[in-house]
Nanobody
Framework: QVQLVESGGGLVQPGGSLRLSCKPSGRTSTTYAMAWWRQAPGKEREAVATIRWSTGSAYYADSLKGRFTVSRDNTQDTVYLQMNSMTPEDTALYFC??????????????????WGQGTQVTVAS
């Protein structure tokens, strides 16, 4: 089993920046991709960004591309989400997720087998 420990959530003003971290533990050798998802009140969970673990290739939701950046550390133990130029619409619970299967869209939540607890991000003046 893989456990995902998240940190970095909090309150930020519009136009500000925030960096989320996700550290996996347990058996991580089979990781194919890591991803960030978010869910706002009354809305469905949506993909934010995903990163292929072996290559570091990153993919983003079209509306967030250019503002958000997903990355990993040199040891491939931690994944980050850098959020810039934030707006109130970015307010949501942010989840870190991991998947081991190869097939299927990286933006399909059903392909992910491990999830973090969710960390709250609030953008307000």
């Amino acid at each position: 089993q893989v456990q995902l420990v998240e940190s970095g959530g909090g309150l930020v003003q519009p136009g500000g920046s925030l960096r989320l971290s996700c550290k996996p533990s347990g058996r991580t050798s089979t990781t194919y991709a890591m991803a960030w998802w978010r869910q706002a009140p009354g809305k469905e969970r949506e993909a934010v960004a995903t990163i292929r673990w072996s290559t570091g290739s990153a993919y983003y939701a079209d509306s967030l591309k250019g503002r958000f950046t997903v990355s990993r550390d040199n040891t491939q133990d931690t994944v980050y989400l850098q959020m810039n130029s934030m707006t109130p619409e970015d307010t949501a619970l942010y989840f870190c997720a991991r998947r081991s299967q190869y097939s299927g869209s990286l933006f399909d939540s059903r392909t992910y087998d491990s999830w973090g607890q969710g960390t709250q991000v609030t953008v307000a003046s």
